[in-house]
């Protein structure tokens, strides 16, 4: 499980919609690089690597260096313990509490 403050962190780094999207994309593909999610979406790439950097931040995508680019994986194993956690809480066990 997750702690209430990682789980709020998660919630709120998926509730944007482009950030969402960005995850969805990068879900759907082994790894994709910010230019390559930057061409997907109408915004710049420094945008893309800011939602980058909150999804990061919020364990749901790691980076791997090549070169000079950033590929992005998704950490499935975070989300399904946030899924896991979510549902829990939701199902009338006790409150997360912060």
């Known amino acids: 499980m997750l702690t209430p403050q ?7 780094a998926l509730a944007d919609p482009t950030r969402f999207r960005i995850l969805q994309a990068i879900a759907h593909a ?11 979406f109408p915004i710049t790439q420094a945008t893309v690597s800011q939602h980058l950097k ?23 194993d975070v989300f399904d313990a946030y899924q896991r956690t979510v549902a829990t809480a939701l199902a009338g ?3 997360l509490r912060s």
């Open 93 to 95: 066990a006790p409150a």
């Open 30 to 40: 082994q790894e994709r690089c910010c230019g390559d999610l930057a061409r997907d």
């Open 54 to 76: 909150v999804l990061t931040d919020a364990g749901l995508v790691e980076p791997r260096r090549q070169g000079q680019f950033n590929y992005y994986r998704m950490r499935r």
């Open 6 to 12: 990682h789980v709020m962190k998660i919630t709120k």
